[in-house]
């Protein structure tokens, strides 16, 4: 069974960067073709896809985000982890890892726990 | 930027059959997925490739699409269904992922 962890500070200051990461277990992350994705939601709203990696390093942003995210992958240490810059208040939310977003062709299975993360000086 | 649109509400009395719908222009073309989510947990899969579903998930269950339209059914609807509900997809090039805006069940 798959399992997915965040981690990361749950608090940044303004117009500094927020990095996560997000720890698989119960299979390589570079075993089959998977993408790993990051989606956040704040509080009392909806989910927002970031972006996905690929175990190749390729990667997909969300438009609105594009200028801000960085995804990368370390299978050495069967982790994926997420850079989001120059935060604002906006930024504060629930941050989930998630397995798939493969660009229609296959579901978000299994997700982590999420984390908050709260943007505040 | 491409958007999917979920209706903010839908309520249901126990026994009742509930349907949340998602429109999208490139639903004709992308797969849909549907997720559950309930008070301080993270979404479970419910409903992939537009009506296939997952083991675990209870038949009441199922996902139907037409034209640039999915939709989630729930029959019998029970109290245990009270969530959030999000539909997602990709626009029509699959380069990025899409959320619906999220339907709240209520179970009257």
């Known amino acids: 069974q798959v399992q997915l962890q965040e981690s990361g500070p749950g608090l940044v200051k303004p117009s500094q960067t927020l990095s996560l990461t997000c720890t698989v277990s119960?299979?390589?992350?570079?075993?089959?073709?998977?993408?790993w994705s990051w989606i956040r939601q704040p509080a009392g709203k909806g989910l927002e896809w970031i972006g996905r990696?690929?175990?190749?390093?390729?990667?997909n942003y969300n438009p609105s985000l594009k200028s801000r995210v960085t995804i990368s992958v370390d299978t050495s240490k069967n982790q994926f982890s997420l850079k989001l810059s120059s935060v604002t208040a906006a930024d504060t939310a629930v941050y989930y890892c998630?397995?798939?977003?493969?660009?229609?062709?296959?579901?978000?299975?299994?997700w982590g726990q999420g984390t908050l993360v709260t943007v505040s000086s | 930027s491409y958007e999917l649109t979920q209706p903010p509400s839908v309520s249901v009395s126990p026994g009742q059959t509930a349907r949340i719908t998602c429109s999208g222009d490139?639903?004709?073309?992308?797969?849909a997925y549907w997720y559950q989510q309930k008070p301080g947990q993270a979404p479970v899969l419910v409903i992939y490739?537009?009506?296939e579903r997952p083991s675990g998930i209870p038949e009441r269950f199922s996902g139907s699409s037409s034209g640039t339209t999915v939709t989630l059914t729930i029959s019998g609807v029970q109290a245990e269904d009270e969530a959030d509900y999000y539909c997602?997809?990709?626009?029509?090039?699959?380069?990025?992922?899409?959320f619906g805006g999220g339907t709240k069940l209520t179970v009257l």
């Open positions: 490139a639903l004709p073309k992308q797969y």
């Open positions: 997602q997809s990709a626009d029509s090039s699959g380069t990025y992922e899409v």
């Open positions: 998630a397995r798939g977003g493969c660009g229609g062709d296959c579901p978000l299975d299994y």
């Open positions: 490739k537009d009506s």
């Open positions: 990696i690929y175990t190749s390093g390729s990667t």
């Open positions: 119960g299979g390589s992350i570079s075993s089959g073709s998977y993408y």
